[in-house]
């Protein structure tokens, strides 16, 4: 034991750290600060450690070029033993991180925390949040596949849309005029040193002025932050009714990063990686590419947006979200830390917070897009439909898969749900309403008459009128059979 | 006391690694394969063929590809061309890559060969001469008629039956005419060849001249959703026979 005693007094001699490290352990906390509401920027910290270590496992065996990057990962997946685990686990890490800086600025917002003299404190972690997104969509691009390849392709028309040097802006970020080899060196080194090395001077950094300043005290309606009186009223917090953060905090926060590092382990071995899908070939069309979770908020409000307000909203937006987040403590470095006295911030937190829910619900669940293949695959119109039908209204069916119908409008469950499901379209609409419906289209529905022969349009009417419940009539035109007499057609 | 902890851990790292080691690598989840390497016979119909021709060959839309004597009148050629090429002026697409569609000469086969492995039936022998695919013979158009209204009108009189309407003529053609006179569809119960005349086996002259017959029923302006008011004072053809 003695002889460990003399190595660590022969080294620490030399390196000096023992001291300033057990420095930073004792320093004293506010006693109710030793919460659990306190333990998200310490969880963050480790899915970073995470982040790095299980980056750099993979990187000993991810090939980052355009032609060997997805067999490469296909190798990890189902070659290698364990590999699929070492991917879901930097995969689930990743979005398990993004959560976390998320939940972790939230709390330091509704906390107040950001006040005086922890500005800058908040300032690094803005841009260590826009790091994390940063490192997010740089590693969805490792991640070689269509949903890659057009992530990219989608990132790039949004650069493309910068006025004036829009054009070489997706040179320089694609590295050539297409996405290729270049764009996934650049993504790679975008990915593996420029983003964690910045990330880690900055958490640095961040931690540094969180020990040096002291963690922010639990905020108590009525405990107004001046910058003449902050200091010392801490020190005498602290002092009075504080207690040392190893042990008196730092188990808490032990606990939690445990409980995540189970959850994203818990979440890698049962959901299992991400990845990758079809290979990112631009000549493969089959594919429904779509964002990583943490983005998908951001395809809900393109996807709603009216064209004309796309380019202010992708260029306007981001900048001053970023220009609110950077200038919140300089405008709000003093008063009331409590949440019992900030409506404002309660309520643009809710806002927030809701706002992103809902969309990334949106963006998961709404089906944007028609459904490709239900022309041609899948179960076809239910045979109740076909067996008493009529050999042009049979042939109006075929017209109905043939001319794609089916992509947009569902039968039986089965179809596109652009337009609206056509299971009883014949209580709704005549057939007069049905050809006009079909030649002008109309609502969201582009115009057939330049593409259908009147016989298809005749034929596919004719089949649209059989679809409708036994025990529930097709609509009718009143006025027609009156004009046309009881003989009428 | 020390060593039994050492021991222990030591045992639990070695299960550990052991159980690691024996860990699934995912083999059971095949990597994404390029649609065009795609040569499953059930994954090829279910994405391309099924919504017109049925899930199991039956009950769609189009004629019934789980049909015996359909799969017997049709030889690979045939079927390979008619999915690469589609038909022209008829719904059927082109399927084939070298016509605009997605699918390899592989694919293609690969439907063929799995239709035959389906649905065919080496066993099945007529008692008279099956009429051929494609026919040399000329159609004689009156003599058409003529069957028609003695083997035919029984069935196609009704309205739901009505095969002589102009806009269905203008939408199939004369091979999809001259086909399903001769394969039926047994999955919607409608008689083949065999039974079609009224019990009475049809040669290949009879479906020649039957078809010539519904072909000369095409008008020049079909699709007419309301054809007894379009065409005053000349009836459509169909409506003629009633």
Redesign the interface.
């Given at each position: 034991m003695s002889r460990l005693k003399q190595i660590y007094s022969w080294l620490d001699h030399r390196l000096q750290l023992g001291k300033p490290l057990i420095e930073m352990a004792e320093h004293p906390i506010p006693n109710r600060t030793a919460s659990w509401w306190y333990v998200f920027g310490s969880a963050a910290f480790t899915l970073l450690l995470l982040q790095i270590v299980t980056g750099i496992l993979l990187a000993l065996v991810y090939v980052p070029s355009a032609g060997e990057a997805w067999n490469s990962l296909?190798f990890l997946?189902?070659?290698?033993?364990?590999?699929?685990?070492l991917r879901a686990m930097h995969g689930w890490g990743s979005n398990f991180m993004v959560a976390v800086v998320l939940i972790h600025m939230a709390q330091v917002f509704l906390f107040g925390a950001y006040k005086y003299p922890r500005e800058f404190t908040w300032t690094l972690g803005v841009f260590l949040l826009l790091m994390t997104l940063g490192m997010a969509f740089t590693g969805q691009v490792m991640r070689f596949?269509q949903d890659a390849y057009w992530g990219l392709g989608i990132g790039a028309s949004i650069v493309s849309r910068v006025p004036w040097v829009g054009g070489s802006l997706v040179h320089m970020m694609l590295g050539g005029p297409i996405i290729a080899g270049a764009t996934l060196s650049r993504f790679f080194t975008l990915h593996v040193f420029v983003i964690p090395g910045l990330m880690l001077v900055f958490t640095f950094l961040h931690v540094w002025m969180v020990l040096k300043l002291g963690i922010n005290e639990w905020p108590m309606p009525g405990r107004v932050v001046r910058r003449s009186t902050y200091m010392a009223e801490y020190h005498e917090l602290t002092t009075r009714d504080g207690l040392p953060f190893v042990p008196g905090g730092v188990w808490k926060d032990a606990v939690f990063s445990a409980a995540i590092i189970a959850a994203v382990a818990v979440c890698a071995v049962v959901f299992?990686p991400f990845g990758?899908?079809?290979?990112p070939?631009p000549t493969?069309i089959?594919t429904v590419p779509k964002p990583d979770f943490f983005f998908l908020w951001l395809y809900a409000v393109l996807s709603y947006l009216p064209p004309s307000l796309e380019t202010p909203f992708l260029l306007i937006a981001p900048v001053l979200g970023i220009a609110a987040l950077l200038g919140l403590p300089f405008y709000a470095a003093e008063g009331e830390k409590s949440w019992h006295r900030r409506p404002i911030a309660i309520l643009v937190l809710t806002t927030v917070a809701v706002s992103f829910g809902v969309l990334t619900h949106l963006g998961t669940y709404t089906p944007w897009s028609p459904h490709m293949?239900?022309?041609?695959?899948?179960?076809?119109?239910p045979?109740r439909f076909?067996?008493?039908?009529?050999?042009?209204e049979?042939?109006g069916?075929?017209?109905?898969?043939?001319?794609q119908c089916?992509n947009c409008h569902s039968i039986a469950g089965y179809g596109g749900q652009r337009g609206p499901a056509l299971d009883d379209i014949a209580t709704r609409m005549t057939?007069d309403q049905l050809?006009r419906q079909v030649l002008q289209g109309g609502g969201n529905m582009p115009a057939y008459g330049k593409n259908l022969?009147?016989?298809?349009?005749?034929?596919l009417?004719s089949f649209l009128e059989t679809l409708h419940p036994a025990n529930e009539p097709a609509a009718a035109d009143a006025a027609q059979a009156a004009a046309?007499g009881p003989s009428g057609? | 006391m020390h060593r039994a902890h050492s021991v222990s851990l030591l045992a639990v790292c070695s299960i550990l690694i052991g159980c690691?080691?024996h860990?699934p690598?995912?083999?059971s989840?095949?990597?994404?394969p390029?649609?065009d390497q795609i040569v499953s016979f059930d994954r090829l119909y279910?994405?391309?063929?099924?919504?017109?021709?049925?899930?199991n060959g039956q009950?769609?839309?189009?004629i019934d590809l789980n049909n015996a004597v359909l799969q017997q009148l049709l030889d690979d050629a045939t079927l390979h061309r008619v999915i690469r090429d589609g038909v022209p002026g008829t719904?059927?697409?082109a399927f084939g890559e070298s016509a605009g569609g997605?699918l390899t000469d592989a694919q293609v086969d690969a439907l063929v060969a799995g239709m035959r492995r389906r649905w065919a039936s080496a066993s099945l022998v007529h008692p008279v001469q099956m009429p051929p695919y494609t026919s040399t013979l000329t159609g004689n158009t009156a003599r058409g008629q003529q069957l028609y209204q003695s083997d035919c009108r029984s069935c196609h009189s009704g309205?739901?039956?009505?095969?002589t309407?102009p806009?269905?003529l203008?939408?199939?053609s004369e091979q999809a005419l001259r086909t399903i006179l001769i394969a039926g569809r047994p999955d919607?119960g409608h008689p083949g060849w065999l039974t079609v005349g009224g019990g009475r086996a049809i040669t290949d002259q009879d479906v020649t001249d039957l078809v010539a017959y519904l072909v000369s029923l095409r008008v020049a302006?079909?699709?007419?959703?309301?054809p007894?008011?379009s065409e005053t004072g000349k009836t459509a053809p169909h409506t003629q026979e009633k």
């Open positions: 296909n997946n189902h070659q290698l033993t364990l590999g699929w685990f596949d299992g990758p899908s079809g290979q070939d493969i089959q293949d239900a022309w041609s695959g899948g179960p076809s119109i045979a076909l067996h008493t039908a009529s050999p042009l049979r042939e069916a075929v017209v109905f898969q043939a001319k089916r057939k050809i022969s009147p016989s298809e349009v005749t034929a009417v046309t057609h | 690691a080691s860990l690598t995912m083999n989840v095949q990597p994404v390029r649609p279910g994405e391309n063929c099924s919504a017109c021709h049925g899930a009950d769609g839309p189009a719904q059927m697409p997605m309205r739901r039956q009505q095969v309407d806009t269905y203008a939408l199939v919607l302006t079909p699709g007419q959703p309301y007894e008011q």
